[in-house]
């Protein structure tokens, strides 16, 4: 079960419909373990960042877990993107930025972690593309692409 809570202050109906329906595609592929899935869903500035680190490092990245038949699902030994709650929304004149909290999970318990990653959306538009923390504040993610502090 997939929870996300969002306020929309500054984003319009159709775009919390979109980052929610978005959300859940994302954290569905990556718990599957379909890497093309997820890159689709993931900034094209990381993609090609992994790309360059050569095949191995570009596979590990964007494959966090093994492919699963539905019935191995929840594999104890695997971490699992369960809730998403949106913690803050930024903008501009041209982007629309959600940071987002994922918690995170071992089989069906709950761990005492949680991962955040960043929605971005052309402010018009009402496609979402998501960048995890690690990268987000990476150098090779532009800082003026960057709405968010790291705190």
């Not at 373990?33 to 689709?40: F, M, P």
């Not at 877990?65 to 699992?80: C, M, Q, V």
Request: glycine residues 4%; neutral net charge.
């Amino acid at each position: 079960m997939l929870l996300f809570l969002t306020s929309s202050c500054d984003l319009s109906t159709e775009q919390e419909t979109q980052l929610n329906k978005d959300l859940s595609n994302l954290i569905s592929v990556r718990n599957n373990g379909d890497a093309l899935s997820y890159l689709n869903y993931t900034h094209p500035i990381i993609v090609k960042h992994y790309k360059l680190l050569g095949d191995s490092v570009y596979k590990n990245r964007f494959q966090s877990i093994s492919p699963k038949s539905s019935r191995d699902y929840l594999d104890t030994n695997e971490i699992y993107w369960t809730n998403a709650y949106q913690k803050d929304v930024k903008s501009t004149d041209s982007l629309i930025q959600v940071k987002v909290q994922i918690t995170l999970a071992r089989g069906y318990d709950k761990i005492d972690s949680s991962s955040t990653i960043y929605g971005i959306a052309k402010k018009k538009g009402s496609n979402w593309l998501f960048v995890e923390k690690r990268d987000y504040f990476s150098d090779y993610f532009p800082e003026n692409l960057r709405l968010f502090n790291d705190d």
